[in-house]
Nanobody
Framework: QVQVVESGGGVVQPGGSLRLTCTLS??????????VAWHRQAPGMRRHSVAG???????WYEPSLNGRFTISRDTADNTIHLRMDNLMPEDTAIYLC????????WGQGTQVTVSS
């Protein structure tokens, strides 16, 4: 029973920061065994990826983020983190974690709202 759960969202002012966490559970499952990506989706817009990390630790980002986000993996507790700095209103979205194993597993998402 693979389960992906996102947490850490909230409401912040422009310029603020948040740290999101993606937690994986399931017998024999590990973030080290597959690619994992963070996606976001705003109302009325398509879901798209913003950052990812492969099983060997290779990291990629959506270029428009301009270096504001940082993805990392904590092997000890099987979590993936997304640190978001200098947040802007356009970052407002539901953020979802995608565990790409034999199929794509998704969490329910965590809401990030950037507003003054």
């Amino acid at each position: 029973q693979v389960q992906v759960v996102e947490s850490g969202g909230g409401v912040v002012q422009p310029g603020g920061s948040l740290r999101l966490t993606c937690t994986l559970s399931g017998s024999g499952r590990s973030f080290n065994d597959a690619n994992v990506a963070w996606h976001r989706q705003a109302p009325g817009m398509r879901r798209h990826s913003v950052a990812g990390i492969t099983e060997n630790g290779r990291i990629w980002y959506e270029p428009s983020l301009n270096g504001r986000f940082t993805i990392s993996r904590d092997t000890a507790d099987n979590t993936i983190h997304l640190r978001m700095d200098n947040l802007m209103p356009e970052d407002t979205a539901i953020y979802l974690c995608n565990y790409r194993a034999e199929k794509d597993y998704w969490g329910q998402g965590t809401q990030v709202t950037v507003s003054s």
